[in-house]
Every structure is written in C-alpha cells, then in structure tokens.
T-cell receptor, first 114, second 110 residues
Framework: GAGVSQTPSNKVTEKGKYVELRCDPISGHTALYWYRQSLGQGPEFLIYFQGTGAADDSGLPNDRFFAVRPEGSVSTLKIQRTERGDSAVYLC????????????FGSGTRLTVV | QKEVEQNSGPLSVPEGAIASLNCTYS??????FFWYRQYSGKSPELIMFIYSNGDKEDGRFTAQLNKASQYVSLLIRDSQPSDSATYLC??????????FGAGTQVVVTP
C-alpha cells in the first residue's frame, strides 16, 4: 500500500482482556517495527522484524506481549491480560531493507485499558 | 542515563526567528541520525537524516552532526506557526534499530 496502515485506530478494552493490533507495512518494506508511545514521551522500541522472523524483541516488556509476522508482510501485536499501564499509542513503522532512510510510521493505535 | 537526550521544552520561538534544537546520544557506534516532527495526536514524520559530520541543509531545515561530541542538532530557519510541534531526535543503535529521545516541543508565536 501507499503507507503503513494500522487498525484499529482506537481500542478500548477492559483490564484482563486480550487485544490484537494490526499493522500492514508499505509494500516491499522488509523491516517492520513496533513502538509504544506514552504521553509526553518518545516512541519506545518493542520489537523488530526482518522478513518473517523477529530480529530483536528486546523491548517487549514482559511475556504478556507477543508479535507475529507469518508471511513477512502484515504483523499483529498481541497483548494478553491487559493492564491499565498498557494504555498508550502503539506505533508501527516499516523501512526498506536498511534503516538508512529512516522509518515510515503508521497513524498508530490508541489503546485504552479501563 | 537515557541513550538519547533532548531538552523537553517548550521552546518558544517568535515567527520568523531560528529555532535551535539539541540532542545528545550515548552510543559511540551510532552512524545514522534522524529528526522527526510530531504534531499533537499524530504519528512521527521524518524530516531530516544525517550520517556525516557537518551540516546538511534541506529547505528551512539544517541538521548538524558532531560524532566526536555525540551531538546532533536541528535548526529551523524563518520559523512559521505550522512548525509548532514536537521534534524527536532518533539515533540508529548498534543493533540497527532507532532509539528516540523524548522530544522537544516547539511553539512558534506570531
């Protein structure tokens, strides 16, 4: 597609529920990144895919967070047993094979856990 | 110590003046540096990248890099009200991903 697409744009869920956030990167971009941004903070790295595999998942805060990219295109970030502290904007970005020209971000998913 | 440090602001700049934003980083192995602009409620948008020491100009924006001092800056000339936003400094770390600073809020006053 022309840009990075994220769905849903907003998600309100109850504490303890499971959520899935979807990212559709720019066509041909092999690298895909998930970041989380809290109010007043910069984006915080979560996980990075190169193709289908997670090249770096060091930013996932705990085992409630998991992400997949089974066909090397669309990615899903999965959060189990959501907590109020998970509330944030979840940003997805993609880049061409190297990061040399920076990332293109999607519009984000605003997750609110109540 | 955070890997990428920026002054949080807000930086108030009169319309038509130069806005100067600073960023320091801790990873000496970093080779690529980026500036993103983020309007309130929107996602970050890439405005500049720089790899070599010195200055790089693009329109009203100039990025400056000093790897020895681990310092990156962004100058915005002839600031306009539409430049009011948060500016994020991002540094490619040794593992090939971007680390972001917390951002500097710029407010251009007419």
């Amino acid at each position: 597609g022309a840009g990075v697409s994220q769905t849903p744009s907003n998600k309100v869920t109850e504490k303890g529920k499971y959520v899935e956030l979807r990212c559709d990167p720019i066509s041909g971009h092999t690298a895909l990144y998930w970041y989380r941004q809290s109010l007043g903070q910069g984006p915080e790295f979560l996980i990075y895919f190169q193709g289908t595999g997670a090249a770096d998942d060091s930013g996932l805060p705990n085992d409630r967070f998991f992400a997949v990219r089974p066909e090397g295109s669309v990615s899903t970030l999965k959060i189990q047993r959501t907590e109020r502290g998970d509330s944030a904007v979840y940003l997805c970005a993609s880049s061409s094979p190297t990061v040399n020209y920076g990332y293109t971000f999607g519009s984000g998913t605003r997750l609110t856990v109540v | 110590q955070k890997e990428v440090e920026q002054n949080s602001g807000p930086l108030s700049v009169p319309e038509g003046a130069i806005a100067s934003l600073n960023c320091t980083y801790s990873d000496r192995g970093s080779q690529s540096f980026f500036w993103y602009r983020q309007y309130s409620g929107k996602s970050p948008e890439l405005i500049m990248f720089i790899y070599s020491n010195g200055d790089k100009e693009d329109g009203r924006f100039t990025a400056q890099l000093n790897k020895a001092s681990q310092y990156v800056s962004l100058l915005i000339r002839d600031s306009q009200p539409s430049d009011s936003a948060t500016y994020l400094c991002a540094v490619e770390d040794s593992w090939g991903k971007l680390q972001f600073g917390a951002g500097t809020q710029v407010v251009v006053t007419p």
